[in-house]
C-alpha cells in the first residue's frame, strides 16, 4: 500500500511570480469589471466605498508590497524545502484550468491524466495574445525557459480513476493535455514547490472557475476521500504528497472568508466552509475547491495542518488582489 507522507496547500497566482512594480498593472482592468463578494457581483467603486473603514488603501502600495512579497517567497522556499525534505515519489496536484487546456466547448467538473508526459511548452504570440492584462509578464514563473516535459505516473492516475468511478464520480480521463502548455497552477507547483526537479506526478483537475457545471465544495471534499482511498488501495511502497494549487480569496481579498477556511482545516471540520455557500466561491476564491480535497483527506489520515502563513497582497483601494495562504500536513 502507498503512503501519504505529506500535504501542500499554496497559493500561485501572478503576484508571486512578478516584481512589485508590476502588481498595480491589473488595476485599470480591475475597474472596468464586476467583482465577485459576499455573494453579490460590485463595481470597483462600490467596494471602494463599502470597505473604506477597513485600512485597505493603506496596504495598496510598493512599500507594503515588498514586505509581503519577500515573506511570501520565504514561505514558499519553507514548502519547498519541506518537499525535498519529504523524498516523494509521486505527488497528486490538484488544481483548475483557466481556459489554458480547456475551452467552454468541453470542459469538465473533474479530470484526471494519465499520460506518461506532462508537457509544459512555452506560449506562441497567439496564446500571448488571448491573455488578460499583467498576465504575460507572469509566464516564466510558471514556465521554464524552453519549455518542460514532466513524468505522468500512469498507475495511480488509472487507480484514480477507477476509484472515483467506483465512489460514483464522473471524470475525465487523459491520456495527454488538449493543449501542451500546462495549466499554471501546476507549474508553479513543478517550477517553485520542485523548483525545476519534479518528481512523477498525476494531474487532477477540477472546474472551479466555469459555469454551469462547477462541482460544490462538499462535492470536491469528498472527492478528495475517493483519491486518498484510490492512493492507499494502490499496490505500492512508494511515498505520496497531496498538493493543493490556488487560492485563497480573489480577486477580492476577504479575510474573514479566508480565516474561516484556515480555522476549518486546522479544527478538521468543515462545516462553517460548507455554510459560506457556493456564491463565495467565485472568481478565484474558488480555488479553495482545490485545496479542499487535500484538507479532506489530510483530516481523514490525521495529520495535522501546520499553517505557515496567511499574507494578504492588495493591489488597490477596494481590497482587489490576492490573499496568499501556505499550509503543509506532515
Given at each position: 500500500?502507498?503512503?501519504v507522507?505529506?500535504?501542500i496547500?499554496?497559493s500561485?497566482?501572478?503576484?508571486l511570480?512578478?516584481?512589485?512594480?508590476?502588481w498595480?498593472?491589473?488595476?485599470p482592468?480591475?475597474?472596468?469589471?464586476?467583482?465577485?463578494w459576499?455573494g453579490?457581483?460590485w463595481?470597483f467603486?462600490?467596494?471602494?466605498?463599502a470597505?473604506?473603514?477597513e485600512g485597505?488603501?493603506e496596504?495598496a502600495n510598493?512599500?507594503?508590497w515588498d514586505q509581503?512579497?519577500l515573506e511570501?517567497q520565504?514561505?514558499?522556499?519553507k514548502l519547498a524545502?519541506i518537499?525535498?525534505e519529504?523524498?516523494?515519489?509521486?505527488?497528486?496536484?490538484?488544481?483548475n484550468?483557466?481556459?489554458?487546456?480547456?475551452?467552454?466547448?468541453?470542459n469538465?467538473?473533474?479530470?484526471?491524466?494519465?499520460g506518461?508526459?506532462?508537457?509544459?511548452?512555452?506560449?506562441?504570440?497567439?496564446r500571448k495574445?488571448?491573455l488578460p492584462?499583467?498576465?504575460e509578464?507572469?509566464?516564466?514563473?510558471y514556465i521554464?525557459?524552453?519549455?518542460a516535459d514532466?513524468?505522468?505516473?500512469?498507475e495511480l492516475a488509472?487507480?484514480?480513476?477507477e476509484?472515483a468511478?467506483?465512489d460514483?464520480?464522473d471524470?475525465a480521463a487523459?491520456?495527454?493535455?488538449?493543449?501542451p502548455e500546462?495549466p499554471?497552477?501546476w507549474g508553479f507547483?513543478?517550477r517553485?514547490?520542485?523548483?525545476?526537479?519534479?518528481?512523477?506526478?498525476?494531474?487532477?483537475?477540477v472546474?472551479?472557475?466555469?459555469p454551469?457545471?462547477q462541482?460544490?465544495m462538499?462535492r470536491c471534499?469528498?472527492f478528495?476521500?475517493s483519491i486518498?482511498e484510490?492512493?492507499r488501495?494502490?499496490?505500492?511502497?512508494l511515498?505520496?504528497?497531496?498538493?493543493?494549487?490556488g487560492g485563497?480569496?480573489?480577486?477580492?481579498?476577504?479575510?474573514n472568508?479566508?480565516?474561516t477556511?484556515?480555522t476549518?482545516l486546522?479544527?478538521?471540520?468543515?462545516?462553517?466552509?460548507?455554510?459560506l455557500?457556493e456564491?463565495?466561491?467565485?472568481?478565484?476564491?474558488?480555488e479553495?475547491?482545490?485545496w479542499?480535497?487535500?484538507?479532506g483527506?489530510?483530516?481523514?489520515?490525521g495529520l495535522e495542518?501546520h499553517?505557515?502563513?496567511?499574507?494578504?497582497?492588495?493591489r488597490?483601494?477596494?481590497?482587489?488582489?490576492?490573499?496568499?495562504?501556505f499550509?503543509?500536513?506532515k
Open positions: 500500500m502507498a503512503e507522507v505529506l500535504g496547500g499554496t500561485h497566482g501572478p503576484m511570480v512578478t516584481e512589485t512594480e508590476t498595480g498593472q491589473r488595476v482592468s480591475d475597474k472596468t469589471m464586476l467583482h465577485a459576499k453579490g457581483d463595481s467603486d462600490e467596494l471602494v466605498k470597505r473604506a473603514g485597505i488603501a496596504q510598493k512599500d507594503v509581503r512579497q511570501c520565504a514561505n514558499i522556499e524545502d518537499f525535498e519529504s523524498k516523494i515519489d509521486v505527488a497528486v496536484v490538484i488544481g484550468d483557466q481556459n489554458e487546456i480547456y475551452r467552454n466547448t468541453l469538465p467538473a473533474f479530470g484526471v491524466h494519465y506518461d508526459k506532462i508537457t509544459n511548452y512555452e506560449f506562441s504570440d497567439e495574445a488571448e492584462p499583467g498576465i509578464i507572469s509566464l516564466p514563473g521554464p525557459s524552453g519549455g514532466y513524468k505522468g505516473c500512469p488509472l487507480k484514480i480513476i476509484q468511478i467506483a460514483e464520480f471524470v487523459m491520456s495527454d493535455l488538449p493543449r500546462t499554471h497552477a507547483v513543478y517553485r514547490i520542485m523548483r525545476d526537479n519534479p518528481c512523477a506526478s498525476v494531474m487532477v483537475t472546474n472551479t472557475f466555469f454551469p457545471n462541482p460544490t462538499r471534499y469528498k478528495g476521500q486518498l484510490a492512493i488501495e494502490w499496490d505500492s511502497d511515498r505520496v504528497a497531496l498538493i493543493a494549487s485563497l480569496t480573489h480577486f477580492v481579498v476577504d479575510e472568508v479566508d480565516k477556511f484556515l476549518a486546522e479544527k478538521k471540520e468543515f462545516e462553517p466552509v460548507f455554510a455557500g456564491k463565495t466561491f467565485r472568481d478565484g476564491t474558488s479553495m475547491k482545490n479542499i480535497p487535500v484538507a483527506a489530510m483530516a481523514q489520515l495542518p499553517v505557515l502563513d496567511y499574507i494578504p497582497c492588495y488597490s483601494e477596494a481590497g482587489t488582489g490576492n490573499a496568499m495562504g499550509v503543509y500536513w
